[in-house]
């Protein structure tokens, strides 16, 4: 009886501490989807409305309808965020073949470059404990992982979760916790292949839930890069969520991810730190639309993942900082997950690096007045600039999908979709570039004619934003050209404890990658 | 200031009556747009989000993203949300030629037969006042005018507002208030051919302002059927709003159709109604994708007007009644423009006619209750039954979208979408029919093979609806198939008077109208 008094009193000094060390600096949020497309969201269009917690968190934040990601492809796209640069820059692109897409697969020998200067690590300086939780794919091998880029904790896994695994020409995917291995998929981490069942989205939000408790306990700022891959390809969803959706599995994941924002945003709520967490839901790339109907969805845009169309790069994006942010704002600031990088310090009051270019601008204007500054997005494709966007006008320098043997096979970026001279299977370079207005037309359906008054006023502005891209353009050295069987995730640090195994890796045979498209 | 002082207590004793004689059977306000598309609603995904009050009147009401037009061509949908009848039964299609689309230009001679019973009819003799304000488009020879068919008021025209008018080959259309011309499009209500600015909107806003309030003070309950036709081509707007949308002209014309909603809705909160009126937004057919960048949206759908896919039947529907419809509600109750003829009548307590088939149901268990019940939507294009859809499946028996020769002049259903074997310029009939899941798939891109489990336990339940809706079946007399010069808009009634003219008709020479697709 006496022991029981005890612990209330002990937990009322915890309440009061807490609430006297309150930190300064902001906390903050990243919630990076996989895969997820702007049309997925029910304030995005999604005709079966099924995300009721991030439509409220909509109406209680501000949405950002023309956010873009850096890259349409995963690893670039999550190096550019972290590093608030372009993949060009940072090295996470390809010089194999020209304006192909490139990533992070087992057998990649590259990674995060030392060199770059990553938000976690600048945040680490300035006092912040931060923890990644979800995928990383920023490179598997040791020198690459999160703990070596500034993050203090980690749960998930450093590359995708899709197959085939036999542990014998590929090892299944660790996944981590912190700077060791605590099992892998498919083995201790279990997604069931046919039904697609799996706690992980469950598992990603009590790891987010938690380390959220623990900081505020203890008075420290954190970051929180919350990166669940349930709507990635092989989709995945709990007991709880399953065929709940009207849409089908790539629905229920949707669903599942929808329900963990809610009660993530709920438990900063319950904290009482909701007026000092920035909150800013996003996703790494169009929805993957060639995976058909399990794949997401990306509205009236033109085809998905992997192309520079407007498909392939807008996101769905959202702010949330209550009594900062006011409650219902829509931004047409046109922005990109690189604004991130640089926001972020901002808000935390830290000096963006002055030694290199950065990519991203600051938001902070935009997130507390609404204010809208033009700046131009540049579309690459790995090695090369295919797009420009500048104001509501686009123009395309190139057009892709992917080559004609592999649509042949299938493999179809746009499905449904097809414009003459804009969805071309051969690598098309446009002179006069292609420009379309993508507020009357953001189908990217019927270009300017160039001889048009509009053509000739606009295409000069955007030249000029390209040649002063250009002119200070030192593209990175990249990362993603070598692969070897040897790098695959083998034997992870951690692999000789608990039920792990480590596995014998065949002899190094490093090789130029082959990347399809 | 004597006087001042009587008028003061006059006006008193006004309100003071008016809050007595409040009706009992409640007001209905029945918005219905001209080719707006599904898509055009910041609610329904519209990237721009420029409908802040059409999106209020989501969030107050009851969001329906599964509501179809009963054709999707606008003289058909409007007869039919009318009658509650699809046109099959009321006779709005042609068998001139097989399952093409056909409507009431001017050189029609067909119109609402005197045997239909329209809602207008019904209500009216039930007490209520009823207005039309816009476009009315059953027919425009005397016989078929709104004040014929129950209608105790009319400001609008009774055909479409585009050209050539010439007033010798073709008659500029006549702009009606009540049972006689008030003047000609072109002529004394200006629509400027270049810029697009007319005060169209704002009258029809105005009128319809006007009417409320007239019958609020008079104390009898009021249907008001708004139907204005600013997104219609050529798109009109008024100064205010010239120019000011992200989407161009079209979008300028749709934020200035969302304003006049919400001075709507304001106008019944002031006079204190809003809790006895119910308001009810939708459009005649999907956005008509054919004309490019002066088109709206039809979101994540296949096609648009004048087509059976999503395109060319999803509309964007908004129920209002503050008080009966809790607020912020999604309902996936498929829905029709038909029930709105059953539902206003149930709500107003009239019995639905009993001696012909109707297609609408009454929606007030969903109104009230957010029920849903499952019942078939069947698309028709002409005199053919092209798709069914029960529950979340649709099954095309036919497919066709227009004949090739058209597509070949330029004429495109899809622009930039295209789905082989589904987007067919020939028509053709699927058998085993083809069928999709909505949910999953909302673009109708990939069907379900007709060997799969799915396939064969869906297909024979839809097969059981069509066979119980042929059954039944008996065609209308078509209006239209006779096509004569003699019949346009020469010398309306009050063409006598005022600044009008009447001028002179050709020779009478019936002949089979001509339908392209």
New interface residues.
Partial sequence: MDRCIVAVVTLCMVLVMVSCHRPQKPNFIVMLMDDMGW?DL????????ETPNLDKMAAEGM?F??FYSANPICSPSRASLLTGRLPIRNGFYTTNTHAHDSYTPQIIMGGIPDSEILLSELLGEAGYRNKIVGKWHLGHRPQYLPLKHGFHEWFGAPNCHFGPYDDINTPNIPVYRDAEMSGRYYEQFIIDKNTGLSNLTLMYLDEGVKFIQNQTLRGQPFFLYWTPDATHDPLYVSEKFYQT????R??DAVRELDYAVGEILKTLKLLDIEKNTFVFFTSDNGAATYA??SAG?N??F?CGKQTTFEGGVREPAIAWWPGTIPAGQ?S?QVGSTMDLYTTLLDLAGVKVPTDRPIDGISLRSTLVNNAVVQRPVFYYRGNELIAVRLG?YKTHLWTFTNPIEEFNRGVDFC?????QNVTTHDQIHHDPPLLF???????E??FIKSHTEEYMKVLPMIQKAIDEHRKHMVPGEPQLNMCDRAVMNWAPPGCDKGDNKCLTAPPSKPHLCSWPH
Same sequence: chains 1, 2.
């Fill in positions: 049309g029910g304030v995005f269009g999604e005709p079966n409305k949405l309808p023309d959706s009207r849409r089908g790539y629905g058909k109907t969805s509205g009236p033109l829509v047409h509501q499905p449904g979709q097809y414009i207005h993508l507020g009357r037309d953001p189908g359906k019927y």
